[in-house]
């Protein structure tokens, strides 16, 4: 299976920005962002299906990122405004491939085939 490739994360200042790329997307792919911080569960952050573009959100994240697809660059981001402390943590890209759109961008869990090796995010105060 091709290795998902994450990119883009850093250090940043509480309410600053940061934007995460995830290569390569794919037709008809259910692509997630994950996080993981240290000593807690990993936690969905971004769904985005890229049949249709519909996209789910965790409440911890919703108006404050953007997952977005580039059919051209065969890329998926997430764009992260007004960060907080607690957006510190390792974030990870995931893919499968999956006729279920509805059920992809309606938050329902679905089992990803293939993950990226994360990118470290960091928000100071």
């Known amino acids: 299976q091709v290795q998902l490739l994450e990119s883009g994360g850093g250090s940043v200042q509480a309410g600053g920005s940061l934007r995460l790329s995830c290569a390569p997307s794919g037709v008809d792919h259910c692509m997630g962002w994950f996080r993981q911080a240290p000593g807690k569960e990993r936690e969905r952050v971004a769904v985005?299906?890229?049949?249709?573009?519909?996209?789910y959100y965790a409440d911890s994240v919703e108006g404050r990122f953007t997952i977005s697809q580039d059919n051209v660059k065969n890329t998926v981001s997430l764009q992260m405004n007004s960060l907080k402390p607690e957006d510190t943590a390792m974030y990870f890209c995931a893919a499968v491939r999956t006729n279920a759109g509805a059920y992809c961008s309606g938050g329902y869990p679905i089992q990803y085939a293939t993950w990226g090796q994360g990118t470290q995010v960091t928000v100071s105060s």
């Open positions: 985005i299906y890229t049949g249709s573009g519909s996209t």
